[in-house]
Nanobody
Framework: VQLQASGGGLVQAGGSLTLSCTASDRTFSNYAVGWFRQTPGKEREFVAA????????VYEDSVKGRFTISVDRATNAVSLQMNSLKPEDTAVYFC???????????????????WGQGTQVTVSS
């Protein structure tokens, strides 16, 4: 499975961006899907995750109320709507998918089987 992430860019603090992730050759049905981010010299950090069917949706505390993870079943896409962006949100963002479904260890990058290539988000102050 190849994941393709898009939608990153440069935005001023307080602005918005929407990231999107699609799978090349299968659906996300029954998967767990998520978004992580990484800055130079730091480990990959959990941002948000959900079951494809929406029964479980979780966010990192620092993005609660500002970011929304959603799915589009028609296009087999996972999106991350990011509002009220802050300079500390600057990072490379990665989408991820877990074929075995939801896990209580949803924060751990090691739990995910497939990854997108990363898309840069830069928030200027």
């Amino acid at each position: 499975v190849q994941l393709q992430a898009s939608g990153g860019g440069l935005v001023q603090a307080g602005g918005s961006l929407t990231l999107s992730c699609t799978a090349s050759d299968r659906t996300f049905s029954n998967y767990a899907v998520g978004w992580f981010r990484q800055t130079p010299g730091k480990e990959r950090e959990f941002v948000a995750a959900r079951r494809w069917n929406g029964a479980r949706i979780v966010y990192e505390d620092s993005v609660k109320g500002r970011f929304t993870i959603s799915v589009d079943r028609a296009t087999n896409a996972v999106s991350l709507q990011m509002n009220s962006l802050k300079p500390e949100d600057t990072a490379v963002y990665f989408c991820a998918a877990r074929s075995r479904g939801w896990t209580v260890a949803f924060r751990r990058p090691q739990e995910y089987d497939y990854w997108g290539q990363g898309t840069q988000v830069t928030v200027s102050s």
